[in-house]
C-alpha cells in the first residue's frame, strides 16, 4: 500500500507522478534532494531510522544481484517494516515482491547499463512483481542521453550520480552523446555552468554541465508524457546509442507489457518516422482489431484506396475525387503505412486520424511486408464480390498482389499512373457499374455498428460469436442514428439515447440506457465494481473493488456498485485499479443512485 506516491498521467509504460513529500516532486524525477539512504545491512546491524515526510527513506536493506540462488535470497532475505513515513525497499528481479514501500530501488542497476534484453527483462520483471501505484528508483545510471528510454521502460526515479562521476572524469554528456572534455574546442551549451570561457571550465564544471543537462532532459521528458508523445521522442532520440536502439525495440516486444498501459485513445498525433512506429503497441493494436473484431456489412464490392495526407482521409481531396467515381456502390478501405487497412467506418478511429507519415514515394521491405500481412488476414476475415484495387502501380501493387497471392482473389487494377487521373477515375468507376449504392442510413448504422465491433470486442469472445453476430450487432441491432457524421448520436426504436460517437477519437460513448444493454447483452463487459457509494465525476482507486482486466486507459467502462450505476471512461488500466491504493481509477459520465 502506499500513500506518498501517485500517478497522474500515462504515457505507455512512462507515467507522470507525485511523490508527496512535504514538498512534493513531480516525477520521473532526480532523487538526490529528496531520497536518503538508511544503509546497507551487509556490514552492521542497523536500526530503522525515524524518517520524515520531508524525504524519501530507503529502509535499511541488503541488495542481491540477479541470479542469486533461491536459498541465499531466503537466508538473506530483508523483512522491511511497517513505517508511518515515505519510504522505499532495495529489490532485485528476483526477489521483488510487494513490501508495502512507497518506491523500490532496483539493486545492482547500473550492471544493466548496455544490455538491451538483461535491462528490460529486469525493469519488466521488478515492475511486474510490485504494485502499480509505486515508484521504480534506478541509482547510478541516469544520463542526459539515456533518461528518456529508461522513463519509456517505467522508471520514475534517478539521482546524478553517474553524471558527477563522468563529469569528473572529464566526459562531457549531451542527450546525443559523450565527448572527452580535451576534444572540445567549444562547448555545445549554453546552460550556466558553460558560461564560462572554454580555457576556464574544468572537470567540476563539466560535472555541474552534465548535471544541468540531465535536469533539462527530465522536463523535456515530463513535457512529453504530459503530450502523450514520448515514444515518438524516443524513437529519434535513442538512435545516437546502439543500446538504447536495441532497448526501445525490446520493449516493442513485450508487447503484453506496454500494451495493457497504453491509452486505447487521445488525441495526440503519432509521427510516423521509421519502420520503429510500425512496431508501436498503437498500431500492432489497431491492426489486431481490424483483423479480429472488424466485420463488414457491405455487400458491395471492396475498393482499395491509397490513404492521403489529409485527416479523416474523407475530407481529403483525392478522398472525395474516388468517392464521386464510387458513388458509394463500392465499400472503400485505405492502405496506409504505419497503419495497415483502414476501412471507412473506422477512419476517424484512433490511431487512424492521429498520425503523420514520412512521405519518400516509396515504400520500405518493412512497410510492404506489415500492410500486406494486414491486408492479407483483413481478407481472410471478410468476404467480397469483387476486390477493386484503384492504387498507384508503385509499392501498392506489389502489396495487394502479394495479399491476394494465396487467397483465390484476383484483384482488379485500375490504375496506371495515377489515381486521380481522368482516365484512373473513369475505369473506377467503370468497374462498378451495374452495382446498386447503399443508402445513408445503412452507412451510418453500419458505421456505429463497425466501431462498436472494434471498441468492445474482448478475450475469447474476440468480437464475434458462432453464428457471426458481432458486438456492434449485439448492442446496436435495432437503432436510428441522428446528427451528421461524424458526431452521430444512437437511439433505440422508441428513441431513447444509447451512445453518440466522438468524432475526436472514432469511439462511442454510452449513456446509462447504453451501458445497461452492454451489461444484459452477450458481449463482455468491462466492468468496474466500486464499494458502497455513488461517485461524481470519478471513482478513486481506493474504491474499487474489482475490475476487468481486459480495461485499458481509456476504454468505456460500465462502473457498478451497491448503490450505483454509471459509465464512464478509465483512467487506468483494470489491474492497476485492483492494485493501485491511490489516483484516479476512471472518469465517471453519467450515474445513477440504486
Given amino acids: 500500500m502506499t500513500d506518498y506516491f501517485e500517478v497522474h498521467e500515462r504515457d505507455g509504460a512512462a507515467r507522470l507522478g507525485e511523490l508527496r513529500l512535504a514538498d512534493p516532486l513531480t516525477t520521473p524525477a532526480l532523487g538526490d534532494d529528496t531520497v536518503s539512504d538508511a544503509g546497507s545491512l551487509w556490514p552492521d546491524d542497523r536500526d530503522v531510522p525515524e524518517g520524515d515526510e520531508a524525504t524519501l527513506t530507503v529502509l535499511p536493506h541488503r541488495g542481491l544481484p ?15 517494516p511497517d513505517v508511518d513515513y515515505p519510504s522505499a525497499a532495495v529489490v532485485s528481479p528476483d526477489t521483488a515482491t510487494d513490501h508495502g514501500t512507497d518506491a523500490y530501488v532496483l539493486a545492482n542497476a547500473a550492471g544493466y547499463v548496455g544490455h538491451a534484453a538483461a535491462f528490460v527483462d529486469a525493469v519488466l520483471e521488478t515492475r511486474r512483481a510490485v504494485p502499480a501505484d509505486t515508484a521504480l528508483y534506478l541509482p547510478g545510471v541516469a544520463t542526459p542521453a539515456n533518461v528518456a528510454t529508461l522513463v519509456y521502460a517505467g522508471v520514475d526515479l534517478v539521482d546524478t550520480d553517474r553524471a558527477v562521476v563522468r563529469g569528473t572524469q572529464g566526459f562531457y554528456q549531451t542527450t546525443d552523446d559523450e565527448y572527452f572534455l580535451e576534444d572540445l574546442d567549444e562547448l555545445p551549451c549554453a546552460c550556466p555552468a558553460c558560461q564560462v570561457p572554454r580555457e576556464e571550465f574544468d572537470r567540476e564544471a563539466c560535472a555541474d554541465h552534465n548535471v544541468n543537462a540531465l535536469e533539462a532532459e527530465l522536463r523535456r521528458v515530463r513535457r512529453r508524457i504530459r503530450d502523450g508523445r514520448l515514444r515518438d521522442y524516443v524513437e529519434g532520440q535513442a538512435r545516437h546509442d546502439q543500446w538504447l536502439t536495441a532497448t526501445f525495440r525490446r520493449l ?178 467503370g468497374e462498378l457499374e451495374g452495382e446498386l449504392k447503399y443508402p445513408k442510413r445503412e452507412r451510418e448504422h453500419n458505421t456505429v455498428r463497425a466501431i462498436a465491433d472494434y471498441q468492445f470486442g474482448a478475450g475469447e469472445w474476440a468480437g464475434e460469436r458462432a453464428d457471426g453476430r458481432g458486438a456492434g450487432d449485439e448492442l446496436f441491432d435495432d437503432i436510428r442514428t441522428e446528427a451528421r457524421y461524424p458526431k452521430l448520436r444512437v437511439t433505440d426504436a422508441d428513441g431513447e439515447q444509447l451512445a453518440a460517437m466522438v468524432p475526436q477519437y472514432g469511439a462511442l460513448s454510452l449513456t446509462l440506457a447504453g451501458g445497461r444493454r452492454w451489461v444484459d447483452s452477450d458481449v463482455p463487459t468491462r466492468t468496474v465494481e466500486i464499494d458502497d457509494f455513488v461517485p461524481h465525476g470519478s471513482v478513486l482507486a481506493p474504491g474499487v473493488v474489482d475490475a476487468s482486466e481486459s480495461i485499458r486507459p481509456g476504454d468505456e467502462i460500465v462502473v457498478e456498485g451497491p448503490s450505483a450505476f454509471g459509465v464512464g471512461r478509465a483512467a487506468m488500466s483494470g489491474p492497476e485499479m485492483v492494485e493501485s491504493t491511490r489516483g484516479i481509477a476512471s472518469e465517471v459520465r453519467h450515474v445513477e443512485e440504486r
Fill in 66 to 80: 540477479a541470479g542469486t540462488p533461491d536459498e541465499v535470497a531466503d537466508a538473506f532475505a530483508v523483512e522491511y
Fill in 252 to 429: 516493442d516486444q513485450e508487447y503484453a507489457y506496454v500494451e495493457e498501459r497504453t491509452p486505447v485513445l487521445r488525441s495526440a498525433e503519432i509521427t510516423a518516422a521509421t519502420d520503429d512506429t510500425i512496431r508501436r503497441a498503437e498500431i500492432q493494436r489497431f491492426a489486431e482489431r481490424v483483423t479480429t473484431r472488424y466485420r463488414n456489412r457491405f455487400s458491395n464490392p471492396l475498393v482499395l484506396v491509397p490513404c492521403s495526407a489529409a485527416k479523416p482521409y474523407s475530407e481529403s481531396q483525392s478522398h472525395r475525387q474516388y468517392h464521386e467515381a464510387i458513388g458509394w456502390r463500392g465499400h472503400v478501405v485505405s492502405m496506409t503505412s504505419p497503419i495497415g487497412v483502414v476501412p471507412q467506418e473506422l477512419e476517424t478511429t484512433y490511431p487512424a486520424q492521429h498520425y503523420d507519415s514520412v512521405v519518400t514515394g516509396e515504400w520500405s521491405a518493412t512497410e510492404i511486408e506489415f500492410v500486406s500481412d494486414v491486408l492479407e488476414a483483413y481478407l481472410r476475415r471478410n468476404d467480397y464480390p469483387k476486390v477493386v484495387a484503384h492504387v498507384p502501380p508503385e509499392g501498392y501493387r506489389e502489396i495487394v498482389e502479394r495479399a491476394t497471392a494465396d487467397l483465390g482473389v484476383d484483384p482488379v487494377f485500375t490504375v496506371e499512373d495515377h489515381p486521380t487521373t481522368a482516365d484512373s477515375l473513369a475505369a473506377l468507376a
